[in-house]
Structure formats: C-alpha cells, structure tokens
C-alpha cells in the first residue's frame, strides 16, 4: 500500500470538485484458464492540493502496488512543477516564472513547456475564457476569499479599482516561450500565471498515459474528482460507472447522475466547493475575466471528453459563460459533452450527453 503523503498545501487549484466513483462490485474475473483479475483501489493525499483515487483490476496485490507507485511518483513531479505558490530545492516550477517576471528567462522543463502551450491553445479554443495568465486578478480574489473564510465577520470584496489595475497586466501574449532554449520569460513585472483552470487535469492525463505504457489497462484515475478512466472495466467489458456529486448537500441524494465513461474523462466545475460570503452573498473561486467577478450562471459544470486536461479548462470556461452561449460552443466541438445545473436545480445538456448516462 502507498503511505499518506502529506505536503503543504499548495492552494494551487481553482477547482475542487467531488466526484463519487461507484465501481460495480463485482470483484474478480476468471477466462480461459488464466489468472483472475482483482480489484484494488489506493489513495493518497495532499498532491495538487487534493486526494488521488486509484482503482483498478490486476493480477496481483503487488502489480497493482507498482502501478500506484508509478502513478504517485509521476503526479507528485507535476504537482511540484506546477505549483505557484512553493519552491522545491533543485526545481524550476512556475512560481519561479513568476517570481522572474520582467526580470529575466527561467529554464523550464519541458512538461512545464508543454503546459503553458496547451494553455495557449485552449485559451485560443475558449475565446479567452480560460486564461493562465489571469493570475493577478485571481491573486487578488484569493487573498480576500482567504481573509472571508478565516474571518467570516469580516468578509468583503475587491474594489472594481484594484481588480482593473490588476486586469491590465493579463495579457498572454506576454509570456514568451523559447523552445529552443527550453524557457518562459513574462514581459510584465506584474504578470503571474496561474495554472489552476487546467494544470490538474493536464496532469491527470499525462499520468494516465504513463499508467498505460507501463501496463496498467483497466483503471479509474481521479484526482480530486478530475476522472480518466483507463480502457473499461475489464471484469464486464461495459463502460465504468462514474457518479456525479448532487451539488446540493442537503440533497438526499448524494449522487445527481451516474455516467458511463469507456476511456474518457469526466471534469465537474461547481460554486459549492471554495467559496465566501459577503453580506449573505456567496462569491466562487471561478472568476469570469468579462466580469473580472466570480461566475454566477450555475451551480456546476460537468464535461465529459477524451482528453482530461482539455475538459478542465472547458470546464471552466463553460461556467463562465450564459447557457446559450455555452450550448453552442459545445455543440461545436467534436467528441465533447456537457450538463449544466442551474441556480434552481434544473438539469439540461449538450446534444449528447445523455448517451452517456447510466439507465
């Protein structure tokens, strides 16, 4: 068994969202003579600020154990590599970018490099809904949601006047990638990136692919509720059941739908997490950048899509976005799903989505 790690809290993520696995309970499966598979399940915690999920079928105790480890090992690299808000001794990490913003390059390993290009290309894809480079504004909001938590009484907001000023220095064209000498420079002294819309399911499914090529070929992945499943569930050869958190908690039910997910990757975005209050008005984590204010549309956000990295910066802009609007940006793009949850529990979804619904 993997041991708790336990590390300072990064804070690193916008998004944490619950999402409840329901693995059919059948357990073992024996075909043609061969070993049966087992189902095991590990978890860990702390790593991009969150609790890891694993669960899958192997041979062995043991050959389940090394998948954990590989799985482990590489999301706490990507954890330490994204984080931007601690150093780690010998490791260029995007606080570091930030720290040399309008100061000089900083050599970047490539994963970091290849992050900030998907960023690019996402933020390009969401018409600027999804922007790593937002980060002075969200600086700003997450130092008063803090300060509203830990003193409720006490709570406010922003002024509109240091949330423009902030605004102004979010411009991603700013950050400059030289791939050639592997580093990331930010023109803007005051630029300063934050990862958060989508960081965490990027790496989910980077690690999802090492799982793969070391072996592992029927797996459940979530981190912190960003779910990749590996192939299906190979003891029933159907889709694995993956449930969807009832954002109301007074609910009676805990789960709001169940999903069937074949090697796709479900992300759910919501306003119930991390939140505060302010005159009995509660204010998200999701900050619209049209509003520069929290995102007040819905209630949550669920996407479903192959890739897991792509659904957590979809899932966010989507919940900045009216419902219309975001219909139709969904409905334009291939192998994409989405449900929304309004305000007053309504459900609806994409053309879709109700295909991957469990009867």
């Known amino acids: 068994m993997l041991p708790l790690v336990f590390f300072k809290r990064c804070k690193l ?24 598979l087992t189902r095991y399940q590990s978890e860990f915690i702390m790593l991009f600020d969150t609790a890891t999920r ?28 994204y984080d931007i808000y601690n150093d780690y001794e010998g490791i260029n990490n995007i ?5 040399n913003a309008g100061i000089k390059p900083v050599k970047a390993d490539n994963r970091i490099i290849e992050l900030l290009k998907f960023s690019k290309e996402l933020y390009e894809k969401t018409n600027g809904k999804t922007n790593i480079a937002y980060g002075a504004v969200l600086k700003i909001w997450h130092k008063y949601r803090t300060e509203g938590v830990e003193d409720p009484e006490n709570a406010s907001l922003p002024t509109e006047e240091e949330l423009r000023i902030a605004s102004e220095h979010t411009n991603i064209e700013d950050m400059i990638i030289d791939e050639g000498n592997s580093t990331v420079f930010l023109k803007d002294p005051l630029m300063s990136l934050d990862v958060g819309a989508i960081a965490k399911g990027y790496a989910t499914e980077q690690v999802s692919k090492i799982a793969r090529e070391s072996g592992m070929n029927s ?3 979530s981190v912190g509720g960003n779910v990749r ?12 059941n993956v449930g969807i958190q009832n954002p109301d908690r007074e609910a009676e039910k805990s789960v709001i739908k169940v999903v069937k997910l074949n090697d796709w990757s479900l992300v759910t975005s919501g306003d119930y997490e991390r939140y505060y209050i302010v005159d009995g008005e509660k204010y998200n984590h999701i900050i619209n950048p049209d509003t520069m204010y929290p995102a007040k549309y819905f209630t949550a956000i669920s996407i479903i899509c192959k890739d897991s990295g792509v659904a957590d910066a979809l899932s966010t802009a989507v919940f900045c976005m009216p419902f219309e609007e975001g219909l139709e940006f969904v409905n334009s793009l291939p192998e994409t799903e989405a449900m929304w949850i309004f305000r007053d529990k309504t459900v609806k979804y994409s053309d879709n989505f109700e295909s991957y619904l469990k009867n």
């Open 13 to 36: 993520v916008k998004k944490f969202i619950s999402i409840i696995l329901l693995i059919l309970t059948l357990i073992s499966l024996t075909a043609c003579g061969e070993k049966k």
């Open 54 to 81: 694993i669960v899958g079928y192997t041979k062995s105790k043991e050959e389940f154990t090394e998948y954990s480890q590989i799985i482990h090992d590489n999301l706490k690299e990507y954890h330490q590599l």
């Open 95 to 99: 606080k570091t970018i930030n720290d």
């Open 219 to 221: 797996a459940l992945l």
């Open 229 to 240: 499943a590996i192939n299906n569930n190979i003891t029933t050869n159907e889709p694995w």
